[in-house]
């Protein structure tokens, strides 16, 4: 390579590279590593007071705290098994529903994948309507086909708050891990499907012993990202419940209780910076863990194609 | 799946108080009233232009900026390379979320508080390293013979990028701004944070104030929600194949 076009490629990696990795260390690393900082540090509203060493977690594992704590972490931990089991479930049976079809994939991907565009202010209001306990049709079919006693105010009652918006996620996301495992069958290599067959192998036991071991990559990710999305879940439970995750805390989250301590709320008072952050600095070192361990233990188990 | 859909558009075109009596009834003879009102009381007008020019800008930039390191990561051998693209990699574990705080703090500091052109730095920040990601994969793939034969017609570096890299790459700049649009777009949290003034709301945010005005003005309501998720739903019917590979890029491998 000739000297000059060396230079000039200098010239262009810092014109290029330096624009770009300034807006991330200024507005994304900077913030991220000071959340560190602000948690060692005790807060008088949003002014850094003392150095108060590792005060704000010790606080964060006493009273108060510690119940909401240990309540948020209960409800985050459901939605992960739940939406694990349903949502991926069901997403994998669209998938292979429209692995299967001969005519209108087009219009079944269309479909399954159009609430995933709604924006959840969109998803949570027009939801909240569908379960409203007075002119909410949910409740309106219930009693249509005959069990009224049944008909419940679904997002207000303590006991069945955290289902319902875990239906709802499930309605708004399921097109996500659908496209993502057809993706993951189409990837795979047909002529196993036909040696099978040839073998005599039923359809059940073609996708239990190849198609579904094949699938592991797809299952990976899927499980790594709903990991991820079940311990910062905050949008659809802030826009149902508020950020007290209404009623009674039954629907409360880590990322509700992050937003709680960071700008204070009606119910819980004036904020503390410096606990908030400590569960900032907790939240991301259990998400950032979770997902990496997880994701190398998945990779062992996928299978060469 | 379509079912809530039809629901909420048919709902939407139809009188409060009648929904009231009877929610499931078709509309028959649909009453646009509620539209109008939606579009001249609820301030949905400048909502929408905020909305868009918050997302307008963040994806200009964001395709700028990625445009330009995914070439220089993508195509240049230079030392530091593998270290500058696995730190930007990082950058795509951090969510904004948790580092609000800070972000806060400093954009008070910056004078960015309040303000659309911060919005638009903490969103270009939060796609950049998907995007570049993204972008460098797309340059990578491209044959080397392309820039020598450009550099020995006489092309400078700038030149090459822009008149013959650029057209090539045209299929990956669609999946970027599809993947880092539609959550700008749809994003109510950090506008709810950074922006107060009611001049400045997007239309997210817009619609959690306008939701406790109208309170059981049912008809009025489903129209507002309607015209929220309309200009994505038109570009996604239109547009369904780029969409479907823009969200779930990433996730899907080629």
Redesign the interface.
């Known amino acids: 390579m000739s000297s000059a076009l060396r230079k000039e490629q200098n010239r262009t990696i810092g014109a290029l590279l330096i624009p770009a990795l300034a807006v991330i260390i200024v507005f994304t690393t900077v913030p991220a590593l000071t959340t560190l900082s602000y948690a060692l540090f005790s807060w008088e509203g949003f002014q850094r007071s003392t150095f108060v060493g590792f005060e704000n977690f010790q606080k964060l594992f006493a009273y108060p705290y510690l119940d909401q704590l240990i309540a948020a972490l209960r409800h985050n931990t459901t939605a992960f098994v739940v939406i694990m089991t349903f949502q991926t479930s069901l997403g994998l049976l669209f998938a292979y529903a429209m692995f299967r079809v001969r005519r209108g994939l087009r219009f079944y991907r269309v479909v399954v994948f159009l609430p995933v565009i709604f924006s959840l202010v969109v998803v949570g209001y027009l939801w909240q309507s569908l379960f409203d306990p007075y002119y909410g049709p949910v409740n309106q079919i219930i009693a249509g086909i005959g069990f009224p006693e049944l008909a419940k105010p679904w997002l207000g009652d303590t006991s069945t708050a955290l289902p319902t918006l875990m239906l709802i996620n499930l309605w708004r996301w399921v097109g996500f891990p659908a496209i993502v495992f057809l993706a993951g069958l189409n990837a795979v290599n047909s002529e196993y499907i036909e040696a099978a067959r040839i073998d005599g192998a039923s359809e059940g036991q073609i996708f239990r012993r190849i198609i579904f071991p094949l699938l592991a990559p797809s299952l990976t990710i899927i499980t790594v990202l709903t990991f991820i999305g079940a311990y910062e879940w905050f949008d659809l439970p802030f826009v149902i419940g508020g950020s007290n995750g209404s009623p009674a805390g039954a629907t409360d989250t880590l990322a509700l209780m992050f937003y709680r301590l960071s700008f204070g709320s009606i119910d819980s008072g004036a904020n503390n910076v410096g606990v908030g952050s400590a569960l900032g600095v907790l939240i991301f070192t259990l998400v950032g863990l979770g997902a990496a361990f997880g994701s190398a233990l998945l990779r062992k188990r996928e299978v060469e194609q | 799946?379509?079912l809530?859909?039809f629901?909420?558009l048919n709902?939407s075109l139809r009188e409060s108080n009648e929904?009231?009596r009877t929610?499931?009834a078709l509309a028959r003879d649909p009453f646009w009233e509620n539209y109008k009102r939606v579009w001249s009381e609820g301030e949905f007008g400048s909502y929408f232009i905020n909305s868009l020019v918050i997302t307008g800008g963040s994806l200009i930039?964001i395709l700028v900026?990625?445009l330009?390191?995914g070439?220089?990561?993508g195509r240049?051998r230079?030392r530091g390379n593998n270290l500058?693209f696995g730190?930007?990699l990082t950058?795509m574990?951090?969510?904004?979320?948790?580092?609000?705080?800070?972000?806060?703090?400093?954009l008070n500091w910056m004078n960015l508080l309040d303000s659309r052109l911060g919005l638009i730095?903490?969103y270009?920040?939060?796609a950049?390293?998907a995007a570049?990601f993204i972008m460098s994969g797309f340059f990578k793939s491209l044959p080397t013979d392309l820039d020598n034969a450009a550099?020995i017609d006489g092309a400078?570096?700038?030149k090459l990028l822009s008149k013959v890299l650029v057209p090539l790459v045209r299929p990956g700049m669609a999946i970027v701004a599809i993947y880092s649009a539609?959550p700008i777009?749809?994003?109510?949290?950090l506008p709810l944070?950074f922006l107060q003034s009611p001049e400045k709301k997007t239309l997210?945010q817009g619609?959690?104030v306008f939701?406790g005005q109208y309170a059981s003005q049912?008809g009025v309501?489903?129209a507002g929600?309607c015209l929220?998720?309309l200009p994505?739903?038109v570009l996604?019917?239109v547009l369904?194949e780029q969409?479907?590979k823009g969200?779930?890029a990433g996730?899907?491998?080629?």
């Open positions: 799946m379509l809530p859909v629901f909420l709902s929904f009231a929610p499931f930039l900026l990625a330009g390191a070439f220089v990561l240049y230079f500058i730190f930007i950058g574990l951090i969510p904004a979320k948790l580092a609000i705080l800070p972000l806060f703090i400093q730095l903490i270009t920040s939060a950049l390293p570049t550099r400078s570096e700038f539609i777009w749809n994003d109510f949290f944070v997210m619609l959690t939701f049912w309501l489903f929600l929220a998720a994505l739903v996604y019917l369904s969409f479907i969200l779930t996730a899907v491998k080629g």
